[in-house]
Each structure stands twice: as C-alpha cells, then as structure tokens.
C-alpha cells in the first residue's frame, strides 16, 4: 500500500482509461489537488475521452498503443516506466480496458486500484451488467477493489462496496445509468481513504482490508 502519513504531501496518483473517463473527472473533481494529485492519465487508445478530460485539466497524458510494442508484457513496462517517471504512488484504473500483466502490476505491487460495475466477486470482466441482467440478479452494485498479480481478473481484495436494488431492471444502460454516480463516489472515496493511510490489510485475513473511518 502507498505509504501516507503526516508528513506526505498529497498521494501522486495515475490513472489508466480507455474509454469516456467520468470516474477520471470523478477524481479530478474531488480529490485532486486536496489528498491527491493526478500526476499522469495513460491510455490503450489514443481516441479516449479521457485523455481530453486529462488535458483539459493541465494533466500530462501518454498513449500505449498494443500495436506500437512487440507484446503485451512489453506496452505494460512502457506504462510502468511512464508512471514511475512521474513518481505516481497509486495506480487508479478508471475504465481501463486491458488487463494489466505481471510487467506492470510487479512494478505497482499493492498500488494498483481498479473500479467495477458489480458486486464482487459476482460478475467479474467485461460486460459485468449484462451478465447480472442475465442472471436476473435484484441488487446490482460497485466495488472499488485493488488489483493483484494473481492470475486473475476483478479478483484482488475488496476495499468498498455499495448495491443498490434494482428488481425490475431488464436495460444494461439503464442499470449504468443508476451505478455511475455510485462508481463517482466510491471510486473518489477509496483513493481518498488510500491517501490517508486508512486502508490497511487484516493480519488474520489477507482477503479482508480493514478500513479506518
Ligand atoms: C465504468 O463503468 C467502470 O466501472 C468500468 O468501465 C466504466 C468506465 O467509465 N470499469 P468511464 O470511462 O469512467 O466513464
């Protein structure tokens, strides 16, 4: 986990994203310039949103494209090595679209963050709220987790969670709709807990981050 104490100026925070960036402009809303500081925006895909959100914003922003490096591993260092150069502590992925290899994840160990749209470990990967709608699941949900090099994916520890219950719910934009303003929140709220050290691993559960309101 990133360190934080009295004495640490504001968490130097990266954000990944591929796609429209409203959980960027979430954090550039809130924590940015008060805990944190978004010191880079990177993305997969030189068209994203994002990055305009980013540059609108004074924030240096990089492109990886896969085809531009010989293998994934290889893209995942040159993000790492763009992160590290702007001393990024904590890694935030806002709608990245790629899953992230070890050749990233080894370098960001504990520091990586990530936002999904259900409630895991419900409905990992892509289109998360059209599998719950499949499902005929009642509550849907987000939860902000970290990121871990284990193989798998929306599998590291959870830090928070919020449902909300839609029981007659049949659109996936629709339920999107109802979850973006929870992933606004929560996702502000997690790099904000983060920045204050608040976020801590339980001794007997390495599953289970204890968070100190
Ligand atoms: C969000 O729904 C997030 O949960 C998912 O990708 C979407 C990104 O949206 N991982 P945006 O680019 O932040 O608007």
Redesign the pocket.
Same mark, same amino acid.
């Given at each position: 986990m990133p360190p934080s104490d009295g004495e640490h100026g504001p968490l130097r925070v990266g954000v990944l994203?591929?796609?429209? +960036?409203?959980?960027?402009q979430a954090l550039l809303d809130t924590v940015h310039g008060e805990e944190a500081l978004v010191v880079g925006v990177a993305s997969d895909r030189p068209a994203a949103e994002?990055l305009e959100r980013a540059r609108a914003a004074g924030i240096e922003t990089g492109v990886f494209e896969r085809s531009d490096y010989e293998d994934r591993s290889a893209r995942d260092a040159a993000i790492a090595a763009w992160m590290a150069e702007r001393d990024a502590e904590l890694i935030v992925l806002? +709608?990245y679209m790629a899953i992230l290899t070890s050749a990233f994840l080894s370098r960001f160990a504990g520091a990586v963050v990530?936002?999904?749209?259900s409630l895991l470990p419900a409905f990992p990967g892509i289109r998360a709220i059209e599998q719950a709608l499949d499902y005929g699941v009642k509550i849907f949900g987000?939860t902000v987790h970290f990121v871990e090099d284990d193989g798998g994916v929306d599998t590291g520890p959870v830090i928070l969670q919020r449902g909300v219950e839609l029981p007659h719910a049949t659109s996936a934009e629709d339920v999107?709709m109802q979850?973006?303003p929870i992933?606004h929140a929560l996702l502000p709220e997690a790099v904000r807990l983060v920045a204050r050290g608040a976020v801590t691993r339980d001794p007997h559960n390495p599953r289970r981050m204890v968070i100190a309101r």
């Open positions: 994203a591929s796609g429209t +960036g409203t959980n960027l994002a806002a +709608g990530n936002v999904h749209p987000v999107h979850l973006r992933e």
